[in-house]
């Protein structure tokens, strides 16, 4: 009886565990190619889409770049200087959610992640931008207002970024 007994306490804490942590992760949504095209095209404010994985060391190099200079212009929606950041992870299936969640409380990512739910590159890259290649890390700087757009491939210095992120916001 003292094993059943102890043994069901244990689970019992452990499912509370799970959901006290559940309720403080990051959500990671699953999207496909056909959702991130229309999230694009949807866009009304310039928009910086950053493809990476939690394996990927020179992503996870960038990404405090990223946050930081996205929060530098993260006013009132409408704003001139406003520009939103989405956060691609092309991991693999086993890291969704738990593992891409793990590493984003880790790092502290607020922006918005969603895990891209693909398997074939030659499908999605080409959705993305032509020229992609399929290697990571990889960003797009887009505004639809303006009809901005360029693509990068490859890690981003603090500095780049900061240029990228002002020639996005020059159109304006």
């Known amino acids: ?13 452990l499912i509370v565990i799970f959901f006290t942590v559940q309720l403080h992760a990051q959500e990671i949504r699953s999207i496909k190619a056909t959702d991130l ?16 994985a939690t394996w990927c060391k020179p992503c996870l190099a960038e990404l405090p770049h990223f ?3 996205v929060k ?19 991991d ?8 891409i969640a793990a590493v984003a409380k880790k790092r502290k990512l607020d922006a918005p992640i969603a895990w891209l739910n693909e398997t ?3 499908y999605f890259c080409p959705k993305l931008d032509p020229k992609w290649s399929g290697a990571i ?4 700087f887009i ?4 009809g901005y757009r360029n693509f990068v491939e490859g890690e981003l210095s603090h500095e780049e970024l900061k240029k990228e992120i002002m020639a996005i916001l020059e159109k304006r």
């Open 1 to 13: 009886m003292f094993n059943i007994q102890f043994s069901m306490k244990r689970v019992v804490f």
């Open 37 to 52: 095209e229309k999230i694009i095209k949807e866009s009304k404010t310039p928009l910086v889409v950053n493809m990476w």
């Open 67 to 69: 946050l930081e200079e």
């Open 72 to 90: 530098k212009h993260s006013a009132a929606e409408g704003s001139k200087d406003s520009v939103e950041l989405l956060l691609v992870s092309l």
């Open 92 to 99: 693999f299936k086993e890291a969704f959610p738990v593992g």
């Open 120 to 122: 074939n590159a030659d």
């Open 137 to 140: 890390p990889a960003t797009l």
């Open 143 to 146: 505004d639809n207002k303006t």
